[in-house]
């Protein structure tokens, strides 16, 4: 009777254990496309790209609670491929480490978003942290060292309150620290060494740091008094030795106590360097006096000197009348004074003298020739460079390259320039798109833009891959994508052309969406395309979609009305919005439903505008069958057809203030995947050809 109740026990505990196991439908998909990924590796052994239970089969390194998948731990397992997309919806993983396996170059910026422990390191990355760490504001560990990440930190701090350790060690990065890791309030252990970055270390003073490495950097300047009690490793950079100078008045050392362990942690008085009773009850002191009479002293010399400069454009005979006075001369006893000062009584330093008397004018020369050594002291000009992550190209290189910008690699032409194929002396074909000059003013416009554009890292975007600014000319060198554009395949088919099965269409929707969801919602400040149209949707050979000519906004300067791709308020109005973008998408959306270009003037005149003429049919499922591209040959699924319809009517609505934002678009796309069944299974099974699949027609 024991054994049988043992037994009986047994079986109860199992099939608990069975019911608790089975795992979340979507944390278990998300896996399977994890996993296809990562190349269907075998070392992850009981995974699978299709079905399966990762929490009741104790896939390999995967933890639930419940039903939902809580840690994925798949480290050092010599993996290769890539972490594929959607692992932001893995809402419920605390854990995600990946590292020391060869995953590509590009960290993925849909990854965990609630996840505590973050560790990348050791598998080839190359390029920047995803700006979707700066929302993670449960993170308390990451690390990517050992990789090869290039360029500044554009990462935000602002959030990440519960950081405790960080380790960005053993890789390329550049640049000054962010200012946001002032916000570091957890941070304790900080690990930064051989990398390139550069400027003073400021920012980390006030942390409660106990270990800091930035061993093998370019930091210079001095190093803080708070971090000398931790344990600091700083050999190979450029520190200046001796004492730090003393913080300007009303400096940040001035409205921040210093931490001194030594001392209990009290500040020094604010008013142990004043002079005097006065200065001790006003708190002002000699320093601070001096500051304020050089501060009015150089402001008169600017506003003296830019008078003179507007006087000098005048005519020759008023400049001549210049000549024994080139500007309005200082009091004697004010440029005695100035000669005189001192930055501080306190100070050892040797004082500083100022002198704001200007030269006289040499009218040898004219007013834009005159020499730089001669002009007045004045503050120096921010000339800065913008960062630009992305290689330099001569225009020798790429007129080789194209064979002088042929005719027969033109590729395409658009408002913006003409693009042209490149081949390169290793083998590599890239795309050249040549600027406008019109539309550019200067050349520091089109860094800015390069800068702007070298910072996009999305899989569905397309990356930049270098630029080059010479001898006037403006260009800009992506990835090349043989398949060509969206708008290619469904408008410039012949005989030879294989038309988009219904499966594909619905996923170059959902990448086209995901590229615009991470210029909206991902980027900061966001990304307006303004540009959005099927030709500037390309794709590769599995027919994934990389959305062109992000980032160049700024460039474009009439709306094509013409185009059948504006909103309406853009029409009237010509101010571009995020909501703009979303309905230049649904046209899109309505374009790989129909067949049809946004605006045909070979068609009748009531069907020339395609949202005109398809709008008012969008809920009507008699009509819609009827609108829909007879290249499909009826092979699609009367569900999913409803349901995209239903999404492009959201998008088209001309009251931009009702257009869904356009991450509830992915999502309403996400869904419809998910309905219609499209497991990676049915893409190899139909292929990029007319389809013939009894999986298309799955409701």
Not at 190 to 197: I, R, S
Not at 290 to 319: E, N, P
Request: include cysteine; glycine fraction near 8%.
């Amino acid at each position: 009777m024991r054994k049988v109740a043992e037994v009986m026990v047994a079986l109860l505990i199992g099939i608990l254990s069975s019911i608790n196991a089975e795992t979340d439908p979507t944390d278990a998909s998300l896996l399977n496309i994890l996993y296809t990924s990562l190349n269907s590796a075998p070392q992850l052994t009981k995974w699978s790209s299709n079905g399966g239970d990762p929490c009741g089969e104790l896939w390999t390194g995967i933890t639930c609670s419940g039903s939902r998948v809580t840690g994925i731990n798949i480290s050092g397992l010599g993996l290769s491929g890539n972490m594929g997309y959607q692992l932001d919806r893995l809402t419920a993983v605390t854990t995600f480490d990946i590292s020391n396996n060869s995953l590509g170059n590009q960290i993925p910026f849909q990854l965990p978003p609630n996840v505590q422990r973050l560790n990348l390191a050791g598998n080839g990355f190359i390029a920047g942290l995803p700006y979707s760490i700066s929302q993670m504001t449960s993170l308390k560990y990451l690390n990517v060292s050992h990789n090869q990440i290039q360029g500044e930190v554009t990462v935000s701090f602002n959030s990440l309150t519960a950081l405790s350790t960080l380790d960005f060690s053993f890789n390329s990065m550049t640049g000054n620290l962010p200012q946001s890791f002032q916000s570091l309030a957890s941070m304790t252990n900080t690990y930064l060494q051989n990398n390139q970055f550069t400027g003073t270390i400021d920012v980390l003073a006030n942390l409660p740091l106990e270990n800091l490495n930035i061993e093998n950097n370019q930091f210079s300047g001095w190093i803080p008094e708070q971090l000398k009690s931790i344990n600091l490793q700083l050999n190979g950079n450029l520190f200046n030795s001796g004492p730090a100078p003393p913080a300007p008045p009303g400096g940040p050392s001035a409205r921040q106590p210093q931490r001194n362990p030594q001392s209990g942690g009290s500040s020094a008085s604010l008013t142990s360097g004043s002079i005097g009773s006065g200065g001790s009850k006003s708190g002002i002191g000699p320093g601070a006096i001096a500051g304020i009479v050089i501060s009015v002293l150089v402001i008169g010399a600017i506003a003296a000197f830019f008078i003179i400069k507007r006087r000098s454009r005048k005519s020759s005979t008023d400049v001549e009348k210049l000549d024994s006075l080139p500007f309005a001369p200082l009091d004697s006893q004010e440029v005695q004074g100035v000669k005189s000062v001192q930055t501080s009584s306190t100070t050892s330093e040797t004082p500083a003298v100022i002198n704001l008397i200007p030269p006289p004018i040499d009218h040898h020369k004219s007013f834009d020739d005159t020499d730089v050594s001669t002009m007045p002291v004045l503050p120096p000009k921010k000339t800065n460079t913008p960062p630009i992550n992305a290689k330099f190209f001569s225009v020798a290189d790429l007129q080789i390259a194209t064979d002088s910008f042929c005719v027969e690699n033109l590729i395409g032409e658009g408002s913006i320039g003409r693009v042209y194929r490149a081949h390169l002396d290793d083998g590599k074909v890239l795309a050249v798109k040549k600027i406008n000059s019109s539309l550019l003013s200067k050349t520091e416009d089109f860094l800015n833009i390069v800068s702007e554009i070298s910072r996009l890292h999305h899989p569905n975007v397309t990356e930049l891959v270098g630029y080059c600014s010479e001898h006037g000319q403006n260009l800009l060198v992506y990835e090349f994508h043989k398949n060509g554009s969206l708008h290619e395949y469904l408008h410039e088919v012949d005989e030879n052309s294989k038309p988009l099965i219904w499966n594909n269409r619905v996923q170059i929707a959902l990448g086209a969406a995901k590229a615009l969801e991470y210029l909206h919602e991902v980027c900061s400040p966001s990304v307006i395309h303004k540009n959005l149209k099927s030709a500037n949707i390309l794709l590769n050979m599995e027919l994934n979609p990389h959305l062109s000519d992000c980032g160049l906004a700024s460039v474009i300067q009439e709306p094509d009305q013409a185009s059948g791709y504006i909103a309406p308020e853009v029409a009237m109005s010509g101010q571009y919005t995020i909501k703009s973008d979303v309905y230049s998408f649904g046209v899109i959306m309505l374009e790989l439903l129909s067949g049809r270009k946004p605006f045909d003037s070979s068609r009748p005149r009531p069907e020339q505008s395609l949202v005109r003429w398809a709008a008012p049919q969008l809920h009507d499922i008699d009509a819609l069958s009827n609108m829909v591209d007879p290249a499909l040959n009826g092979l699609y699924p009367v569900k999913s057809l409803s349901r995209f319809a239903d999404i492009i009517a959201l998008c088209v609505q001309p009251e931009p203030e009702f257009r869904p934002p356009i991450s509830e678009v992915v999502q309403a796309l996400v869904r419809l995947v998910q309905r219609a069944n499209m497991s990676k299974r049915t893409f190899r099974n139909e292929g990029v050809g007319r389809g013939g699949s009894s999986d298309a027609e799955t409701p």
